[in-house]
């Protein structure tokens, strides 16, 4: 759910990066308000596996009619199982974090994300943790701290819960790169979306008690299930049509806007602590990025 950039080359097609920007802006936006709509109705696990449903039928139709459900044999199953714990586990937390704490400090966590793939990928993959990487990784992780600001704001399990949803979300990414050296992105869906309403079957199910949604928030279960699937093709999308130096700025735009949203419809406050923050998350991802722009050949 964040910009990375193990995306394909850029064609440099700024304004047309700045409109699949805008449908992820928007996708995202709608999928915090409607995760917290429903919050009321359903747990997490209930959401997840109405979302991850929702998503395997309209991925499998798309398959059906564009003649892909060939690739849905892989040779890489246990790799897709181990990314898609880890987007689980982060969707999860993160759905918890929209119930509980202020949408703009959830985003603002979110924003963290290629932080800690660049952390966690010289396990992972081997890359180098060069000295560039390792300022870029403290000057993000200082926007944390101004973000959370612990001994000032008492904090709970919803910042915990948005914390480490994006170290899920890092696992996520780090995987994807891994299979997206033989899978196809509509492969990597098609997995993603059936192995998660599976996880989502067995882990609301096993209290024997699954809650259907009521009529009144049937809509926002859609708009969950088909946000999750728009933010993430319009990501894709735009990192085909510019470079990630030039479309994480557009993301940063979802932080102000979803400020706002809670403002209007949850009565949050603007912080300037958060953006703040978040300013400094978004300067430690883009020192990342150059730095990764350095280093190659």
């Given at each position: 759910?964040?910009?990375?950039?193990?995306?394909?080359?850029?064609?440099?097609?700024?304004?047309?990066?700045?409109?699949?920007?805008?449908?992820?802006?928007?996708?995202?936006?709608?999928?915090?308000?409607?995760?917290?709509?429903?919050?009321?109705?359903?747990?997490?696990?209930?959401?997840?596996?109405?979302?991850?449903?929702?998503?395997?039928?309209?991925?499998?139709?798309?398959?059906?009619?564009?003649?892909?459900?060939?690739?849905?044999?892989?040779?890489?199953?246990?790799?897709?199982?181990?990314?898609?714990?880890?987007?689980?586990?982060?969707?999860?937390?993160?759905?918890?974090?929209?119930?509980?704490i202020p949408l703009a400090q959830l985003f603002a966590f979110e924003f963290t994300t290629p932080l800690w793939v660049a952390l966690l990928a010289p396990l992972v993959l081997g890359e180098?943790?060069?000295?560039?990487?390792?300022?870029?990784?403290?000057?993000?992780?200082?926007?944390?701290?101004i973000v959370a600001r612990p001994g000032i704001s008492p904090l709970g399990a919803g910042h915990l819960a948005a914390a480490l949803s994006a170290v899920g979300f890092a696992g996520m990414?780090?995987?994807?790169?891994?299979?997206?050296?033989?899978?196809?992105?509509?492969?990597?869906?098609?997995?993603?979306?059936?192995?998660?309403?599976?996880?989502?079957?067995?882990?609301?199910?096993?209290?024997?008690?699954?809650?259907?949604?009521?009529?009144?928030?049937?809509g926002w279960v859609a708009i969950v299930g088909l946000c999750g699937l728009t933010a993430h093709l319009s990501i894709t999308s735009a990192l085909r049509c510019a470079p990630a130096s030039?479309?994480?700025?557009?993301?940063?735009?979802?932080?102000?806007?979803?400020?706002?949203?809670?403002?209007?419809?949850?009565?949050?406050?603007?912080?300037?602590?958060?953006?703040?923050?978040?300013?400094?998350?978004?300067?430690?991802?883009?020192?990342?990025?150059?730095?990764?722009?350095?280093?190659?050949?």
């Amino acid at each position: 759910m964040s910009i990375n950039a193990a995306a394909p080359p850029p064609e440099g097609d700024t304004a047309r990066a700045a409109l699949w920007m805008t449908g992820a802006v928007v996708s995202f936006s709608l999928m915090a308000v409607a995760g917290r709509e429903v919050a009321a109705d359903l747990d997490t696990f209930e959401v997840m596996l109405y979302r991850s449903l929702i998503g395997a039928v309209i991925v499998t139709a798309i398959g059906a009619a564009t003649g892909r459900l060939g690739q849905a044999r892989t040779g890489r199953l246990r790799l897709h199982a181990v990314r898609n714990v880890f987007h689980f586990a982060g969707q999860n937390l993160w759905f918890y974090g929209v119930a509980v704490i202020p949408l703009a400090q959830l985003f603002a966590f979110e924003f963290t994300t290629p932080l800690w793939v660049a952390l966690l990928a010289p396990l992972v993959l081997g890359e180098a943790l060069t000295g560039k990487r390792a300022v870029a990784l403290l000057v993000g992780f200082l926007g944390i701290l101004i973000v959370a600001r612990p001994g000032i704001s008492p904090l709970g399990a919803g910042h915990l819960a948005a914390a480490l949803s994006a170290v899920g979300f890092a696992g996520m990414v780090l995987a994807t790169k891994r299979l997206s050296r033989t899978e196809t992105v509509w492969t990597i869906l098609f997995w993603m979306t059936w192995m998660q309403a599976l996880f989502g079957l067995v882990c609301a199910g096993i209290d024997g008690d699954i809650a259907l949604p009521r009529m009144a928030s049937a809509g926002w279960v859609a708009i969950v299930g088909l946000c999750g699937l728009t933010a993430h093709l319009s990501i894709t999308s735009a990192l085909r049509c510019a470079p990630a130096s030039v479309v994480s700025p557009m993301d940063f735009a979802r932080l102000p806007i979803i400020a706002v949203v809670g403002m209007v419809l949850y009565d949050e406050a603007l912080e300037i602590a958060v953006f703040a923050g978040a300013a400094l998350i978004l300067a430690g991802n883009l020192m990342n990025i150059r730095a990764g722009r350095r280093e190659k050949p």
